[in-house]
């Protein structure tokens, strides 16, 4: 059976990465600032140090490496000083040379590849301009971005690769198939995603105008279904059940607050910045959808919450995001990760009966408290930022004392 190589740590200084030196010392500096120790960089550094190396040998130049190069270090029979000769090298340690091959590609040493990027197919580069197009014009989040191309890449077996001979038969036709095999929510994304697309092709002159239009609507009642809430104590119970005596507990404290007081989506967490917040004001500034910003007061617990974290818990990361992941890499939290703060708080504070288990159980919970508390809908509307007021209307639903003054008596009970 052939043997793995790895790079003995005292024989690292051996392996003379060449050009790549200046390269190579950015890229462990950027690995120690991401909060990774110093024997995890000793790691990186020994398979940078060898790609190096090995390029050097094979006279590969430093913008001539792809993925075939990639390839060709990973299979090569290894005899360059410092390591142990063995016949290829292990996954591992391959993949901490791409972790390095990938900064080469951010600093711009190195040239993408098409396939290189995220969601996006060799044959199909004509997906990436659409998601370039929208984040330039729509204002939509990344998540959503790469959503959507996602959706896209899989209608495109049925469209056809040339944009020139689609026609409003085979837009319908295609959204018509893929009902057979998708559920309603799943099939509601894909024809925003391809309306989307539809139109950005337009724009381009790469398909006739107004195919958007040939796109079938999926039936849905629109707010028909009752607001997904908890009651104002057990939210108390939520945000109580974090443990503020360990670092991921202060930071899990703020977040939950913000989601608990304020009403703020997942998105708005995980994107809030230190120059967000105003202190001598008291205000924080929020960006949601569609690029929208507002100022919200911060109230005096949630602001307690964020410098306890800022001073206590924050790890000492280069980053403008406030809240990061507690483990190196330290690098901002993600929307899914803040959905996964609420769930798990939610099983600390043995809520078993939650309607649902993400953050905007939360938001919903604080616009509830709110219309119970006797805010108007135009108040909740401005907190929450709604763009349209049948979306805040939505919570009427469950405020049972409104209802009640204004429900008429049951016709058979009327007298004659």
Not at 69 to 77: G, I, K, L, P
Not at 231 to 247: E, I, L, Q
Not at 352 to 364: E, I, T
Not at 380 to 395: E, K, M, N, P, Q
Request: proline content about 6%; overall charge positive; hydrophobic content about 40%.
């Amino acid at each position: 059976m052939p043997k793995s190589t790895e790079v003995l740590p005292e024989c690292t200084q051996l392996m003379d990465p060449g050009k790549l030196r200046p390269f190579l010392e950015a890229f462990t500096s950027r690995l120690l600032n991401l909060g990774h120790t110093r024997l995890t960089v000793s790691g990186y550094e020994a398979s940078a140090r060898h790609f190096g190396q090995w390029l050097q040998s094979t006279k590969f130049a430093i913008t001539e490496i792809d993925d075939d190069v990639v390839r060709r270090f990973a299979q090569h029979r290894c005899r360059c000083p410092g390591s142990r000769q063995a016949d290829r090298l292990s996954a591992k340690y391959v993949n901490r040379a791409r972790r390095f091959i990938g900064f080469l590609v951010e600093y711009g040493a190195v040239t993408p590849s098409t396939d290189e990027l995220p969601g996006v197919d060799l044959h199909e580069v004509q997906i990436v301009a659409f998601q370039t197009w929208l984040r330039r014009h729509r204002g939509i989040s990344e998540r959503t971005v790469r959503r959507h191309g996602r959706m896209v890449m899989r209608l495109l077996a049925g469209l056809g690769p040339d944009p020139k001979l689609y026609d409003a038969r085979l837009v319908r036709q295609v959204i018509l198939d893929e009902a057979q095999r998708s559920s309603r929510a799943n099939l509601k994304t894909m024809t925003m995603a391809l309306r989307g697309y539809l139109k950005y092709l337009a724009t381009q002159g790469l398909c006739q105008p107004g195919l958007d239009q040939a796109i079938p609507t999926v039936p849905q009642w629109r707010l028909s279904a009752l607001p997904l809430y908890i009651s104002t104590a057990d939210v108390d119970r939520v945000v109580a059940s974090c443990d503020v005596t360990t670092p991921i507990g202060i930071r899990d404290h703020a977040v939950l607050l913000l989601l608990a007081r304020l009403g703020l989506r997942a998105g708005d967490v995980s994107s809030m910045c230190l120059e967000d917040i105003d202190w001598r004001e008291g205000t924080l500034c929020v960006r949601g959808k569609g690029r929208r910003e507002i100022r919200l007061p911060l109230p005096q617990d949630v602001g307690e919450a964020i410098i306890d974290y800022l001073r206590e818990a924050r790890p000492p990361a280069a980053w403008e995001q406030i809240f990061l992941r507690a483990v190196a890499p330290h690098r901002p939290l993600a929307s899914a990760t803040v959905s996964s703060i609420v769930k798990l708080a939610l099983v600390r504070a043995g809520i078993d009966n939650a309607p649902s288990r993400g953050a905007n159980l939360l938001r919903h919970s604080a616009a509830t408290s709110m219309l119970r508390a006797g805010a108007t809908l135009d108040m909740i509307g401005a907190v929450l930022r709604h763009r349209s007021v049948d979306t805040t209307a939505h919570y009427a639903k469950v405020d049972i004392d409104m209802l009640l003054q204004v429900a008429q008596p049951w016709p058979g009970s009327a007298s004659c």
